[in-house]
């Protein structure tokens, strides 16, 4: 009796295990949701400095629920749609809420309704995600900018500058924050996914020493370098969009047209 009980526990124990993993992924998720949540707390507490930690905090979030996804092979049918769902949360409505009461406020109408086509765009664009996923033909670039990029915009910029905008004419440049990366957000410009950025000596461990530079300079300068980070990723966009119609118009036979549907269909982690 006693040898058949232990037979038994050691089957059950793969099957608990492996319950553990398949919803490690989910916690991840779950987490995001919280970030996402507790920024809009404090945003409208005027904690603007703690409300941006939390959308970055909330990015580093969403790329790990995916990492263990594939890394545990747990991914799931509810686990998609959870997390899409997480992020409308945390790259749509906490940016724009935090964006609001940080700097929009006093537009007033204009403040609030530029919050909302924010969270129309973000949300439009993980929806898009959802239903090409099963299409996807490079997984290179990403079809229009993704919600977590251009969530980093609107919180490296209140990060930078904490107090807030009391003054309309002060408030009106911060307009641009917003708009602009839910404009890419809907657009079909690609933007290259850092995944898949190939920088070349593999064998040197060059990447990882162009991570390390990174990691340093967050470390010693955090709110001026993610600044920086943030704006060049918005900025490369337009410069590889420059670069590939240049060589189009010089070489139409050999380059295609990057807003060609079959290149438009890309991934996003």
């Not at 009980?5 to 398949?22: A, F």
Request: aromatic share 12%; charged share 15%.
């Amino acid at each position: 009796m006693m040898l058949e009980t232990l037979r038994r526990r050691r089957e059950d124990r793969p099957q608990r295990l492996k319950r553990g993993v398949y919803i490690l992924p989910s916690l991840f998720t779950v987490g995001n949701l919280f970030c996402g949540y507790a920024c809009v707390v404090y945003s409208t507490r005027g904690d603007f400095d703690t409300a941006a930690v939390l959308i970055g905090v909330a990015m580093v979030l969403d790329t790990l629920d995916g990492f263990f996804a594939r890394l545990t092979r747990s991914s799931s049918a509810f686990g998609v749609e959870l997390d899409s769902l997480a992020d409308v949360v945390s790259f749509g409505l906490a940016p724009a809420i935090l964006a609001f009461t940080w700097g929009l406020w006093p537009l007033r109408r204009l403040g609030w309704a530029a919050g909302f086509i924010y969270v129309a765009a973000a949300a439009m664009r993980l929806a898009r995600f959802n239903i090409q996923t099963s299409t996807v033909t490079d997984k290179r670039y990403f079809a229009g900018m993704p919600s977590p990029a251009a969530a980093s915009v609107i919180a490296s910029t209140v990060y930078l500058y904490p107090w807030g905008l009391q003054d309309p004419r002060a408030a009106a440049p911060a307009l641009a924050m917003v708009l602009v990366p839910a404009f890419l957000m809907v657009s079909t410009i690609r933007f290259r996914s850092v995944k898949a950025i190939d920088v070349g000596w593999r064998r040197s461990y060059f990447a990882l020493f162009l991570a390390a530079v990174v990691l340093a300079l967050i470390a010693s300068h955090p709110r001026v370098a993610l600044v920086v980070l943030s704006y060049s990723y918005v900025i490369s966009a337009f410069v590889v969009l420059a670069y590939t119609r240049l060589r189009r118009h010089r070489n139409p036979s050999v380059i295609p047209d990057p807003d060609s549907p079959h290149l438009n269909r890309k991934t996003e982690s």
